[in-house]
């Protein structure tokens, strides 16, 4: 499965204008994290790319041919968790997959969400009303909902926004497992999820690709452009994006993205976070 963006443009009807001419190629298997600050067009690209919004200009190609012409075609080959996903609180998870399964029109549901619910480790909740679940639980039941009926094209928008450390690295496990033979795409503003799991990353802000490639290759646009040096005064932070500061006994250890860095900090490694972090504060220096 392949989807290419030509061009692609989105202005709401209030005139603001949340994608400019995107060009991007999506090929399957690929767990292809998209990150971006809140605001740059994450969720409106998946919304194009789930037909629930047109676009005002370019196009979107599904194996080929034009979204307008493959909607229906790709709906069924899609699994969707949107960020806002509301799930009925009277139901019990097994009730609601099956609700969701008679709405993609599945047979023989039985199995299937058998298999979605043991996917997400949720077995001994099967039974259990939504409303009773955490947070955590609640985003799995949105998930083995998008895994229903083995769908080879997943988005995730923003599927660990509110859960805690050791969900979030389960939900990680569970991404790449999925995306081994799939094209699974993840929207998140958060670095973690995509470090270890993601083979391409995407970074939009306002509504333009800043960078498309592997992590390594992001990693390696912020060589020598992370430094760390003790905090003196404010003066010396002058043109540095400050990306963290830690208390030290010997005082206050910060560390810096910038194009050109001082001479009194200490050249680091950039981690992809840096790198993350270099690429939007120099968007927002232009
Ligand atoms: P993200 O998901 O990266 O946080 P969004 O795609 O939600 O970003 O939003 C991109 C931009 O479009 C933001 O400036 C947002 O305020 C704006 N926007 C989103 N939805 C609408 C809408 N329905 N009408 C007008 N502007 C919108």
Redesign the pocket.
Known sequence: MQIELQDLNMT???G?Q?LQHLNLALKAPSLIGLL??????????M?LLVAALMPTGGAILVDGQPLAKTEHMLKSKLGYLP?DFGLFDELTVAQFLDYMAALKGLHDSKKTIQEVIRAVNLEEKAKAKIRTLSGGQRQRVGIAQALLGNPPFLIF??PTVGLDPEERIHFRNLFSRTAQDRLVLL?T?IIEDVQSVCNQIVV?DH?KVLFTGTPEKLIQTAVGHVGAFWERDAKQEQGLHITARVNTSQGIRCRAVADRLPTYAKVEEPSLEDAYLYLISREAAQ
Do not use: V
């Open positions: 709401y009807p209030n603001k949340a971006g600050p809140n605001g740059a067009g994450k969720s409106t690209l919304k960020q928008d923003e929207s503003h939009i509504g």
